[in-house]
C-alpha cells in the first residue's frame, strides 16, 4: 500500500507541473487587456487555487497522509 501512495503522490505532483505549465503559458499568452475583465481575474484566481491544492494533496499522499 506505501508504494501506491508514492507513485500516486508523484502522479499527482507531475500532472500539477503539467497544469501550473499550462496555466502558465495561458498567463503569457493572454496579455495585460483580458486581466481588466473580472471574469477572467476570478477564473484565473480559482484555476491557480486548485493547482495549489493539488501541489498539497500529492505532498499529502507522499507523506502518506499524516
Not at 502522479?11 to 496555466?23: C, I, P, R
Not at 486581466?35 to 501541489?55: D, R
Amino acid at each position: 500500500m506505501r508504494m501506491v501512495n508514492i507513485l500516486s503522490g508523484i502522479a499527482v505532483l507531475l500532472t500539477t507541473l503539467a497544469y501550473a505549465h499550462l496555466l502558465h503559458h495561458y498567463y503569457l499568452g493572454a496579455g495585460s487587456e483580458p486581466f481588466q475583465n473580472p471574469v477572467f481575474v476570478v477564473g484565473f484566481s480559482f484555476a491557480v487555487g486548485v493547482g495549489i491544492f493539488s501541489f498539497i494533496g500529492g505532498a499529502i499522499l507522499l507523506r502518506r497522509g499524516r
